[in-house]
């Protein structure tokens, strides 16, 4: 058995190394300047992506950033100018589809964070960040998996949201002390 799930356990970090080779400079960059630019930011995600998605929102609050989990009773309303962040792995799912579709009806900018290169989302959002793992229901040209149905994505989600914070981390000259007061202390 330690063979075999050595051999499983490497296989999947094998992946994983495989997406983060192929994503581009280009697409952190846009991630990185919008995050910076907008003074609130809305998340959307679902299922297991959007664990991913609710940890990156915890994250962004610990830097000091307005964000909000779409899914909280408090979210206030979505306003022009605000960013709208949806995980998406098909890019394509009803929910989310008609979600995205208000923010963008009241003004806000979609940013989108797919491997899919079909879907409606692909179609209406203005930014696209391109995390290329083989997602559940997803087409288009990505790292394939032995995992089960979405995992690749999501785990990819994972490492790649906290890269992201450490990269705004430093960009924004925040200490782990300021994040650390943040950090929700009743617990």
Same mark, same amino acid.
């Given at each position: 058995?330690?063979? !075999?799930?050595?051999?499983?356990?490497?296989?999947?970090? /094998?992946?994983?190394?495989?997406?983060?080779?192929?994503?581009?400079?280009?697409?952190?960059?846009?991630?990185?300047?919008?995050?910076? +630019? !907008? /003074? &609130?930011?809305?998340?959307?995600?679902?299922? &297991? *992506?959007?664990?991913a998605? &609710?940890?990156?929102?915890?994250?962004?609050?610990?830097?000091?950033?307005?964000?909000?989990w779409?899914?909280? +009773?408090?979210?206030?309303?979505?306003?022009e100018?605000?960013?709208?962040?949806?995980?998406?792995?098909?890019?394509?799912?009803?929910?989310?589809?008609?979600?995205?579709?208000?923010?963008? +009806?009241?003004?806000?900018?979609?940013?989108?964070?797919?491997?899919?290169?079909?879907?409606?989302?692909? *179609?209406?959002?203005?930014?696209?960040?391109?995390?290329?793992? *083989?997602?559940? !229901?997803?087409?288009?040209?990505f790292?394939?998996?032995q995992?089960?149905?979405?995992?690749?994505?999501?785990?990819?989600?994972?490492?790649?949201?906290?890269?992201?914070?450490?990269l705004?981390?430093?960009?924004?000259?925040?200490? /782990?002390?300021?994040?650390?007061? &943040?950090?929700?202390?009743?617990?």
């Amino acid at each position: 058995m330690e063979d !075999k799930f050595q051999k499983t356990a490497l296989g999947a970090v /094998s992946e994983l190394k495989q997406v983060f080779e192929r994503i581009q400079i280009k697409d952190v960059d846009i991630l990185l300047q919008k995050i910076q +630019e !907008k /003074s &609130r930011i809305f998340l959307l995600g679902a299922g &297991r *992506e959007g664990i991913a998605v &609710r940890a990156f929102t915890m994250r962004l609050m610990h830097l000091g950033k307005e964000v909000h989990w779409i899914w909280d +009773e408090t979210t206030p309303a979505v306003q022009e100018g605000d960013l709208f962040i949806c995980a998406c792995g098909s890019a394509d799912v009803g929910h989310e589809n008609y979600i995205c579709k208000m923010a963008k +009806e009241a003004g806000a900018e979609l940013l989108l964070i797919t491997p899919a290169n079909t879907g409606y989302l692909l *179609e209406i959002a203005d930014y696209i960040v391109q995390v290329p793992a *083989e997602a559940y !229901k997803a087409q288009g040209d990505f790292v394939p998996t032995q995992q089960l149905m979405g995992n690749l994505f999501e785990q990819a989600l994972f490492i790649f949201f906290d890269v992201v914070i450490m990269l705004l981390k430093e960009e924004l000259h925040i200490s /782990s002390k300021e994040m650390v007061a &943040r950090h929700r202390n009743v617990e």
